[in-house]
């Protein structure tokens, strides 16, 4: 399978429209170590000329001008992008979908908690419904099913119960059975090649180490470095648990976990305020140092 990562950075992008943090300013002003970066996404193909994406962000317009195999053709409207794969509900996440919306074809995979947001707190679905001939697909952890024609089998699995906030009022009164942020394990079917994409990481649990096991290529939330990233530079009282991500570092981060593994380990999801973003920062070079990647736009892999 071909992977391309579109975009490797949390919501906001990298940098932040109206954030003016060390990491923001030192890439508004170009300086060395730091790169540009969109809203996170991958794209996925089993032959390189047919595409699914993984979320529709915002930069959705950038990321496919920016890759020559996702533009149009070879008739004047026709697209090699045949779906959307949804993680979650978020906003960062579903806003492309309105720019993939004059007549096209798209089949828009998504879990139950996050049609119905879809349906009902952002109406993205009725208001989609003149202009494209989109095909809704439910996703249920647990239950795989197969893309180009079979040879890509698709393995979603829960990675959390947080909505957004938008949608907060939709919550189950059972909230830990709801799969409102799930990740995808891909598996290519004539290889044997396994990716695991999980962007968004409330906590680690079995069921997330069950999904890892003997993947060739992790993609993984790297939100934040430090669990009170965003408190440290006074921009949020909130910590990454209460935004729904677990951080790299620490006795109960990703990076003691993932180290343990085989397979490229690559962060992507990266908060504007992650010291990783930084190139030539402590943080950064200690995850080269342990055989983790930073992910980056542009960034190309087949398993």
């Keep these: 399978m071909f992977l391309k990562v579109l975009g490797s950075a949390a919501g906001g992008g990298f ?8 990491n923001c300013r030192s890439a508004r002003e170009n300086q060395r170590f730091f790169r540009t970066r969109m809203h996170n996404s991958l794209a996925i193909s089993d032959n390189g000329k047919s595409w699914y994406l993984l979320n529709a962000t915002p930069d959705i317009h950038a990321q496919i001008e920016a890759h020559d195999e996702l533009q149009p053709g070879p008739t004047i409207r026709s697209s090699p992008i045949q779906g959307v794969l949804l993680t979650d509900a978020e906003l960062d996440h579903t806003i492309g979908l309105l720019q993939l919306r004059e007549s096209a074809e798209i089949e828009v995979y998504a879990a139950p908690p996050v049609m119905q947001a879809l349906q009902e707190a952002f109406p993205i679905r009725q208001i989609l419904e ?14 795989s099913f197969p893309l180009f024609g079979g040879n890509l089998i698709l393995y979603p699995f829960h990675l959390g119960c947080k909505p957004p906030r938008y949608a907060s009022a939709l919550q189950t009164r059972e909230p830990e059975r709801s799969s409102w942020v ?3 394990k891909i598996v290519d ?26 993947a060739d290529c992790m993609f993984m939330d790297g939100t934040f470095w430090h669990p009170d990233e965003i408190k440290r530079l006074g921009i ?10 677990i ?22 999801h990266i908060n504007n305020t992650n010291p990783i973003l930084h190139e030539g920062s402590l943080e950064s070079r200690t995850l080269k140092e342990l055989g983790l990647e930073v992910g980056y736009d542009g960034l190309e892999l087949e398993v």
């Design 15 to 22: 940098p932040q429209w109206n954030c003016n943090c060390p």
């Design 182 to 184: 799930m990740g995808y």
């Design 189 to 214: 079917q004539r290889t044997g090649g396994t990716a695991v994409y999980a962007p968004g990481v409330e906590l680690w649990t079995e069921e997330l180490d069950k999904q890892l096991e003997h």
């Design 236 to 245: 949020s009282d909130l910590n990454a648990s209460d935004m729904g991500h």
């Design 130 to 143: 003149p202009y494209a001939a989109f095909r809704w697909s439910i996703a249920n952890p647990g239950e």
């Design 247 to 268: 951080p790299i570092a620490g006795p109960n981060g990703s990076l003691e976990r993932l180290i343990r593994r085989s397979g490229r380990k690559i962060y992507i």
